[in-house]
């Protein structure tokens, strides 16, 4: 199957601070990234769905202001969580497809701590 | 709105036997791609199994099987020879022909695998 990288893996911040996550399709182009939050022992929970080139579109509840997405390229888009606070912290993953692929590849997810 | 439906949160199985878990859906379209996700404690996402809803044959891979039954809109995994290696968080994902690569999951299920 395709690749899809998300980097970094972890990554602890200060309350207050912005943090930026990348998820890049190693082998394909993707067209589409979905950004997605798993709290412990919990489903997937879809943040946003973004489009190279387009604006992303989020879910309901999910602040667009607190979620900066960016998907500038076939091959990379970044989740910036901005004015990050306790409650973000949480498992944030990835995944990218094509129009070739009925399925999407996820990244490695990153596990955010905001102390 | 389409949902999924895992109705069992946990469930154990001895090494070497057969194990099956359950998946509800409900969807108003026509065609959709129904997928069993695996999640062990890496949490990396592992697609272990793909059906196409046009298809009446029930997939397989290797141990791993489905009982996809359209009407009643389940979707069921059965995983032979269960290994230790198996336990893991499972998901059961629904996405939309025409949702590019969108997926819809269920609440997850926890397996365990007793030696």
């Known amino acids: 199957g395709a690749v899809v990288s998300q980097h970094p893996s972890r990554v602890i911040c200060k309350s207050g601070t912005s943090v930026k996550i990348e998820c890049r399709s190693l082998?394909?182009?993707?067209?589409?990234m979905f950004w997605y939050r798993q709290f412990p022992k919990k489903s997937l929970m879809l943040m946003a769905t973004s489009n190279e080139g387009s604006k992303a579109t989020y879910e309901q509840g999910v602040e667009k202001d607190k979620f900066l997405i960016n998907h500038a390229s076939l091959t990379l888009s970044t989740l910036t969580v901005t004015s990050a606070h306790p409650e973000d912290s949480s498992f944030y993953i990835c995944?990218?497809?094509?129009?070739?692929?009925?399925?999407?590849?996820f990244g490695q997810g990153t596990r955010l701590t905001v102390v | 709105a389409q949902t999924v439906t895992q109705s069992q949160p946990e469930m154990s199985v001895q090494e070497a036997e057969t194990v099956t878990l359950s998946c509800t859906y409900d969807?108003?379209?026509?065609?959709?791609?129904l997928f069993w996700y695996k999640q062990p404690p890496s949490r990396q996402m592992i697609l272990v199994i793909r059906?196409?809803?046009?298809?009446?044959q029930n997939a397989t891979e290797n141990r791993f099987s489905v009982n996809f039954q359209k009407a009643a809109k389940s979707f069921s995994l059965k995983i032979s020879d269960s290994q230790l290696g198996d336990a893991a968080m499972y998901f059961c994902a629904y996405r939309g022909d025409n949702q590019g690569g969108k997926l819809i999951f269920g609440q997850g299920t926890e397996l365990s695998v007793k030696p």
């Open positions: 059906q196409e809803a046009y298809k009446q």
């Open positions: 995944s990218a497809s094509s129009l070739l692929n009925t399925e999407a590849f």
């Open positions: 969807t108003s379209e026509s065609d959709y791609y």
């Open positions: 082998d394909f182009q993707a067209t589409t």
